[in-house]
Nanobody, 122 residues
């Protein structure tokens, strides 16, 4: 019903910036959108959340004031602007979509992208 494709990952030095994009396609419009990330050997964790309407904003504490989640409804695209990147931000970043506005767990999201690698060097 919906496909999510991430792009924009890459290698950046500590303190640098990247913008991730998630292009949505298909006829479904899940209500809530989120970015998750997973580092090797670690559990997948939520990074940020937003609805297509722009509400229900959420950021995990470690990225607050550095990352900004946004969306373009006309383009059906989700973004994650990442600034002041740190080596601890290194992970595969995933776009996800679901229905519950309060969702923060992986099990609460129905659709997932394939992931895009973000590597931050020291």
């Amino acid at each position: 019903q919906v496909q999510l494709v991430e792009s924009g990952g890459g290698l950046v030095q500590s303190g640098g910036s990247l913008r991730l994009s998630c292009a949505a396609s298909g006829r479904a419009f899940p209500y809530v959108l989120a970015w998750f990330r997973q580092a090797p050997g670690k559990e997948r964790e939520i990074v940020a959340r937003i609805t297509w309407a722009g509400g229900s904003l959420y950021y995990t504490t470690s990225v607050k004031d550095r990352f900004t989640i946004s969306r373009d409804r006309a383009k059906r695209t989700l973004y994650l602007q990442m600034s002041d990147l740190k080596p601890e931000d290194t992970a595969v970043y995933y776009c996800a979509a679901g229905e519950a506005t309060t969702a923060t767990m992986t099990s609460e999201y129905t659709y997932w992208g394939q992931g895009t690698q973000v590597t931050v060097s020291s």
